[in-house]
Every structure is written in C-alpha cells, then in structure tokens.
C-alpha cells in the first residue's frame, strides 16, 4: 500500500475572480434548480471528493460504471454520478450548451457545458448497480420515482461551494482534512464511515481498528441523505461530539461528509473508500452489510452481508484505501468490558442490545444501561425520540371515493380530542381539495401533487407533535410512499386501507358521482376510469361492510395504541 499522499487533490473552482465574472454571465444562462441529492453531489464533484471525476458523467462513462464499474478510460468507478432531470427542462437544452446550476434558494453554483443527453435504461441501471430492479431498495425507488426522466453529463466548473448554516466547523474538504493531516503529521488515518449514532461497542471497535493498524481514527459521518428513517444528523452530529471526548487526546478527529447515499452495498462501500482517499485516508473499516438497504419485497437481503468487503478487498488496489476488518463487539460482563465476539473468554455472560431492541427502549422509554452507550449519547437521543405517547404522528387513510374514509376520520378525532394530550388536524380529501388544492384536477400529476401537499402539512403536524389526520383517495403506491418517508422523519406513519369494495361504494354513491362516472360525464374516476393501487402493508385494513363507523374507529384507536402511539 503506498504511502499517505497529502498532497492537494484538484478542485473544480475557479479562482474568486473569474467567480465573481462568471456568476454575472451565468445568470443569463439556462438554468437547472438542482434537487438535495444534486447538491450533495455537485459538492463533492467539485471539491475533489470525487475525484477523477470532472462533472456529471457522459454516456459513455456512464454505461462504463454501470456494466462492469469503470469510466469509458477504464478508471475503476462504482457509482453513476448522474444529472438527471425532467422532460420539459431536457427540450430546452442541447450538447455544446452551458446551463448554470442553483442550489434551493437559486444562488448559483456552477455551470454544466452539457456534452450528453440521453434516456437512460432505468430498470437496467437498478439491475446492475443495485443488484435488482426492486422499489423496495431506497435508490431503485429513487431512480423510478424521484430521479428525472432524461440525464445529462458534461464537466462542471464550480463558482462556490453550497452554504451550510449548520455546524461549520466540524465541515472539511478533502483538501482541507489532508491539510490537516498534514499538520498534525498523521501518516496512516483509518477513517469510520456510518450514519448511525455511535455507542460504546461503536468506540471501542474504533478504536481498536486504528489501534491494530497503527494509525489515527477520522469519524467521517455522513450528514448529505442516508437511509429514510435514520436518525437526523443535527442529533447524530451531537452524539458524535460527545463520544470524540472519550478517544485518547490527539489520536481522533471528527468531519462530516456531505455525501448522499445510495444504499448499495458493495458498489456503495468501495465508493467510499474512493472518497476516503481522496480525503487523505490510508485505511477504512468495513463491516458487515455495509450500506446495506435492508430487506427486498421478497423479504429477502438485497446483498450476502459480506459482499462488500470481498468486492472491496478484490479492488483494494485501485481503491487505494486498504480495508480494515469491522469487529463485532460484545459486552462481558464478568470483564465489564467490550470483547470482539470471536475472542469471549470462555464461559462468561455476553450482553448486547440490537438496534432495533434499542429503537423500541427509545419508544417506550426504557431504560437504556450505561454499559451499552453514553449517557451523553442517550439524552440527545432521548431528546429527539421522546417515547412514542409523547411525539406526533400522522394516520394516513387510503380507499377508494366513498368508501367512508372521512367518515371515520370523523369519529377518530373526536375520539382523540376526547382523551385529550396532543392537537388533532384533520386534512380531509374534500376539505384539503377546497384550501390547499383548489386548483388541481384528477391527472395523475395533480393527484401526485394534492397527496404530496397534504404529506408535506402532515409532516409538519408530525414534526411539531401533533396528530394528523389524512382521508384522501391517494391511489398510487408510490406517491403513499413518498409521503410515508416524509412523515417518519419525524414521527410514525400509520396507513389505513379503508378496504370497501367498489361495488358498495358505487352501490351506495352518495355524491352520486359514481353514476356520472359511469355515464362517461367525469373523467378519470378512480376505481371506473382511473387505477387503484391497493396498499400491499397498510399498518391496518378495515372493512367497512356491515360495520359501523364507531366500530372501525376504534380498531384504529386499538392500532394506535398497541403501536405505543396512545395510553388508553
Ligand atoms: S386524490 O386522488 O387522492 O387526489 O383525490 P382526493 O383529493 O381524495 O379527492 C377525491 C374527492 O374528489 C371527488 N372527485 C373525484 N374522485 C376521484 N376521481 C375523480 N375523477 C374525481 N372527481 C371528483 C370525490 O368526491 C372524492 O371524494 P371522496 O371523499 O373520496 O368521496
């Protein structure tokens, strides 16, 4: 393995001054909003991150990475860094064009001469890169259902960095860790990727890697997009502050990686021994399911758990990172200290808390013992999850029109309001169709944006410990889901298919809509001329048949409470 190399790596910036000129030019240009996932890459594209890359990639890098992992030169390159955007924007560009590319609030910057433009072949890209064309696997979602239709390449020239109001200090550029490095005359720099907060076994795993290899530790987390449902950063960031204190003096740094994530296993972990290179590190730790999705719509694993790291371990080499064995640790408590699981003096009690056994003391706010983490670590999380009774949630109703949706959502909040605790918003089809909708049609791009306006309040609602109460049609599976991982960033997610059938509800027609449906006088009826997609795992199904309405609230009231969401 050669040597450190802290040598500068080379940036997409211009100098200040041409910054400054270009800016006004570029304001003339095309320009492309870019999207989070963008921002995070054009980023690390720019800032050496991704070196060797020089911007957006081509077609021909692009199927290069795609089928057998290499650019068009045959650099070893696992992930597409792609511009993808929409239709409409695609029209209006051509190769051999500049386009300027803002971040959200539209500053710019940098500018794409655009040498490509081309339709990609998603289902192939999800088969090759993700290992299945499976919406069940974060990035396939993403590619189908977020990512737009037509993708773009060409080099990038960067005019500045994006802003980021939040913890600056603890943010470095690649240029600006080997500098570090550099400095503080580190020679072998083990880095630790996550996007999990970290507990002791995470420390003393740590710190034994960079123990063994003889080198200093860099916790890298990533702060760009990781997985829906993980822990926020900004709570992440403060538990990983607390742990840097219980390293040795001098022997650990702490910087965040604005990197977005695919979730792809072994492509993902070489990816980021890439980027760790590039960064100044000699050695990474690589564990077990690195970047792992979780489960296919099989329940399956997408990936054998130790994929990457023979992946990683084959391309060692042009990596250029050496990897290190990630070592599962497990508490002794005869010892009262961590061991890795295949050295456990023989006949001594082993503790160990699984996430999702951690998840669940969080939730129902149980004790959480100070052999497994932090008290530190344990009260930012604590702060951030408090136990479910306490946090807002949304309930999200999904059937067909008059299938009596609205009319238990009725009954459910009067029965929450009743108990009392925690505000209730009810955002129902016809009365989010009046105030926040009244613009939209049926299309399916309407629908899409009426069901995404009422996720974004829900999450809201949800974020600030409210209840929210949705009863729209939402017929598409994917739009539900998009407003599923809205909503649990912040709190729990509960869908329930009201599951009438059409029949009952075109029998009893009590808007009388049905009959005009059905006499052609309303286009795009959902369930007579426009598609339902029924949920595949509602958290709950009620059946509205020969039941009344006070009953099928309460089975949602039990759900609710059996989920630890209230205290009867
Ligand atoms: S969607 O698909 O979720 O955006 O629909 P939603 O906002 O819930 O609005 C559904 C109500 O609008 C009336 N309506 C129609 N429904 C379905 N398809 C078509 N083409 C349509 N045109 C009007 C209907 O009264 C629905 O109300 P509910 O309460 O569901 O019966």
Redesign the pocket.
């Known amino acids: 393995m050669s040597l450190p190399n802290h040598a500068p790596i080379p940036e997409l910036y211009v100098s200040s001054e041409s910054a400054q000129k270009l800016k006004l030019t570029a304001g003339q240009l095309p320009s492309w909003d870019l999207t989070p996932r963008q921002i995070c890459d054009l980023e690390l594209l720019m800032n050496g991150g991704f070196s060797p890359l020089k911007g957006f990639l081509g077609q021909a890098d692009y199927d290069g990475v795609v089928e057998n992992m290499r650019l068009a030169d045959g650099t070893l390159w696992p992930m597409p860094i792609t511009l993808d955007v929409s239709e409409a924007f695609a029209e209006k560009v051509e190769p051999g064009q500049d386009i300027a590319l803002r971040d959200q609030e539209g500053v710019i910057l940098a500018i794409l001469s655009i040498s490509d433009k081309w339709i990609p072949n998603k289902a192939n890209e999800a088969e090759k890169v993700f290992g299945a064309d499976d919406v069940a696997h974060p990035a396939v979602n993403y590619l189908h259902n977020t990512a737009g239709k037509v993708y773009l390449g060409g080099p990038v020239i960067g005019i500045q960095q994006p802003v980021h109001y939040d913890f600056k200090a603890r943010r470095d550029t690649p240029n600006e860790l080997r500098a570090l490095f550099r400095k503080l005359g580190w020679r072998k720099i083990v880095a630790f990727q996550t996007r999990n907060p970290l507990h002791r076994a995470h420390q003393e795993l740590t710190f034994r890697a960079a123990r063994e290899a003889e080198a200093n530790l860099l916790i890298h987390p990533v702060v760009g997009m990781t997985k829906p449902g993980d822990v926020d950063h900004f709570t992440r960031v403060r538990c990983y502050e607390a742990v840097l204190d219980k390293y040795p003096a001098q022997t650990t740094a702490l910087s965040l990686l604005n990197l977005a994530m695919r979730m792809a296993g072994p492509r993902e972990a070489m990816w980021h021994g890439i980027i760790r290179r590039n960064h100044g590190c000699t050695h990474m730790i690589v564990g077990r399911d690195h970047a792992g999705p979780g489960k296919n719509s099989q329940g399956k694993d997408f990936y054998d758990p130790y994929a990457a790291q023979e992946l990683f371990r084959k391309h060692q080499a042009e990596i250029g990172v050496e990897m290190v064995d990630f070592k599962h640790m497990v508490y002794v408590q005869e010892k009262a200290q961590y061991f890795p699981a295949n050295e456990i003096p023989e006949g001594s009690t082993v503790l160990d808390i699984s996430g999702t056994e951690l998840r669940r003391r969080l939730r129902e706010g149980l004790e959480i013992p100070e052999w497994f983490s932090f008290p530190e670590v344990v009260n930012e999380l604590r702060k951030t999850s408090p136990a479910r009774s306490k946090q807002g949630f949304t309930v999200f109703f999904t059937g067909l ?2 299938s009596g ?2 009319t238990i959502a009725n009954a459910l909040m009067v029965k929450l309001m009743e108990m009392g605790g925690r505000p209730v918003t009810l955002l129902d ?2 009365v ?2 009046k105030h926040l ?1 009244s613009e939209l049609g ?1 299309s399916k791009e309407h ?1 899409d944006l ?2 995404k306006r009422i996720g974004y309040v829900a999450s809201e609602i949800t974020k600030n410990g409210g209840i929210a109460l949705c009863a ?4 598409y599976t994917a739009t539900r889901r998009a407003v599923r991982e809205m909503v649990e960033a912040f709190g729990a997610f509960v869908e329930v298919h009201v599951a009438t059938s059409l029949e009952e509800c075109e029998r009893r027609d009590r ?1 009388g ?1 049905y009959k005009l ?1 059905r006499e052609g006088k ?5 369930g007579i001329s ?1 598609p339902y997609e029924a949920p595949a795992k509602a958290e709950l199904v009620v059946d509205t048949e020969n039941v009344d309405v006070d009953h099928c609230a309460h089975q949602v009231l039990l759900k609710l409470e059996q989920m630890g969401l209230i205290r009867a």
């Open positions: 029109s008059g949706k609205s089809g016809d989010v169709r909708s049926f629908r009426n069901i729209p049609i939402a017929p808007k809509l449906a309303i286009k795009e009826f959902t426009d």
